[in-house]
T-cell receptor, first 115, second 113 residues
């Protein structure tokens, strides 16, 4: 069965620093990959998605992620953290067949941004 | 901006009671989903629903659970006889089609006591 591993349940960065949130998937066939963000008391919001087009995917709020098949990774980055980026981030995967809303989520990474 | 709305935001119920969690998907969406997140655990897929029937469900979605679209706007998740382990955040989502982005609601926190 497919699974998603997010390394680091909590990540803390200073404002202006690089954000790197790690995600590895297990799949014999490259899946569709997603990053969602959850701000306090809000629902899950799609940040970006990889659906077998360009390997470097740009999303909202300055985030981007790179699909690396050789490493089975889809890490999320942002060059310069902002206080408003503090939230929980979820990596998710879905198989190519059957539609891409039967999502398998990682455990989530809570990002804290300090002044 | 259109959004998925869920009610109530928090529900407390006694073990063994039936609960209905309500969702209003985005109006032109055709696919509907329920996910749940037990505190401290991963968000898990429960069920997908299309054309008035379940299209896919997970192992979690046993006979205690049911979904319904009782009218043109609501999408409900019913838990027939709640257990303590049903305590979780339940997310509703909807999408235009099978291969377009799902939009999630804010969730309903269900607490079973």
């Amino acid at each position: 069965a497919q699974s998603v591993t997010q390394l680091g349940s909590h990540v803390s960065v200073s404002e202006g620093a690089l954000v790197l949130l790690r995600c590895n998937y297990s799949s014999s066939v490259p899946p569709y990959l997603f990053w969602y963000v959850q701000y306090p008391n809000q629902g899950l919001q799609l940040l970006l998605k990889y659906t077998s087009a360009a390997t470097l995917v740009k999303g909202i709020n300055g985030f981007e992620a790179e699909f690396k098949k050789s490493e089975t990774s889809f890490h999320l980055t942002k060059p310069s953290a902002h206080m408003s980026d503090a939230a929980e981030y979820f990596c998710a995967v879905t198989p190519l067949s059957g539609g891409y809303n039967k999502l398998i989520f990682g455990a989530g990474t809570r990002l804290a941004v300090h002044p | 901006e259109p959004e998925v709305t869920q009610t109530p935001s928090h529900q407390v119920t006694q073990m063994g009671q039936e609960v209905i969690l309500r969702c209003v998907p985005i109006s032109n969406h055709l696919y509907f989903y329920w996910y749940r997140q037990i505190l401290g655990q991963k968000v898990e897929f429960l069920v997908s629903f299309y054309n008035n029937e379940i299209s896919e469900k997970s192992e979690i979605f046993d006979d205690q659970f049911s979904v319904e679209r009782p009218d043109g706007s609501n999408f409900t998740l019913k838990i027939r006889s709640t257990k303590l382990e049903d305590s979780a955040m339940y997310f509703c989502a909807s999408s235009e089609s099978l291969n377009t982005e799902a939009f999630f609601g804010q969730g309903t926190r269900l607490t079973v006591v």
